[in-house]
């Protein structure tokens, strides 16, 4: 038998050229593609026995074109990409990496809340066009200063990044509130308290969102539950676009009710140019990239090997549709 034929399909999001994939040209034979169209999927899969995908959609159909692929591994912990019901009834384990951007992430809500409570950028920018050298006073500020300690974080989905999102905050002296559906061990640290989410858009001055994208919570931040929060709130959400109405979060933003937000994901992803909230006031969208330090990013590779590894060894790590 000769090596095992590994392909993957956009690599590119993995490594754009600093994440090489030595671990698994020991394992195989291995075929990159960077990027992958939707009518390519099943012609570049053909022949594969793993495929490793970040967003690449597979389909039922595709399980049924394509039936020599084994193991499908995924490059990221949602799944959703993969029908994983048709994946388990061809016999194909579908695995994930679990734990990977727990610290990248919960940092990256802090440079989104942090641009909003000082706006770096804009006063920087202010000082290079001339402004501080044109006045008399030894400092000037263009927007209000906000200072964290005492205010109250709203965490919702209190899972590894959740948490990791509240000691960020109890570390700033924030007051922490969480909802979550299963809730666990409260944390050492206080305040901390349990809330429901309607308690909670109504209490937090700044809401994080942490849940993933499940029929349960598709649409959660919506009109009924904006009309909660207070007008200097500041909502981010580094987890699902779909968790927002973003017709409803616009709405909240340019009516006033909401002070700001700060997007990492869209309901669509790369976001369409007719997305509301290209529009909104005070809305600040980055191109999903919470998840992608190099740190992060090597520890998916390093995860995502061990996965094809154990596969070709006949064991079996991070599947989610035994």
């Not at 200097?232 to 709405?251: F, K, P, Y």
Request: some cysteine.
């Amino acid at each position: 038998m000769g090596r095992p034929k590994i392909v993957i399909l956009d690599g590119a999001t993995l490594n754009p050229g600093d994440n090489p994939w030595t671990g698994l040209n020991a394992l195989g034979e291995v075929v990159v593609y960077d990027h992958t169209s939707a009518d390519a999927v099943v012609e570049r899969s053909r022949g594969a026995t793993v495929l490793v995908i970040n967003k690449v959609k597979l389909s039922r159909e595709f399980f049924a074109q394509v039936p020599e692929v084994r193991l499908v591994a995924v490059t990221a912990t949602g799944t959703d990409c993969v029908d994983v019901t048709a994946a388990r009834e061809h016999g194909v384990p579908v695995s994930n990496v679990p734990i990977y951007g727990t610290d990248s992430v919960a940092q990256f809500v802090f440079a989104l809340l942090l641009h909003l409570c000082h706006h770096i950028g804009l006063h920087s920018q202010a000082v290079h066009d001339g402004e501080w050298s044109k006045i008399s006073d030894f400092c000037f500020w263009k927007t209000p200063l906000v200072e964290l300690a005492g205010l109250t974080m709203g965490v919702v989905g209190f899972g590894r990044i959740g948490q990791r999102t509240g000691a960020l905050a109890h570390a700033f002296g924030m007051n922490v509130l969480a909802f979550d559906t299963r809730r666990g061990p409260a944390p050492g640290y206080e305040p901390f308290a349990w809330a429901s989410v309607e308690e909670l858009f109504a209490r937090s001055d700044v809401i994080s969102l942490h849940c993933p994208s499940t029929p349960e919570t598709k649409g959660i931040v919506n009109r009924a539950l904006l009309r909660h929060v207070r007008p200097h709130t500041i909502l981010i959400n580094t987890s699902r676009g779909d968790l927002v109405v973003e017709a409803d979060l616009a709405a909240a933003l340019d009516g006033g009710q909401l002070a700001a937000a700060a997007v990492d994901v869209v309901s669509q992803e790369p976001i369409r140019p007719d997305n509301v909230l290209l529009r909104a006031k005070n809305c600040v969208i980055t191109p999903h990239i919470a998840w992608a330090t190099l740190s992060a990013r090597r520890r998916l590779m390093g995860t995502t090997v061990e996965n094809v590894a154990n596969f070709l060894k006949g064991a079996s790590a991070n599947v989610v549709n035994p």
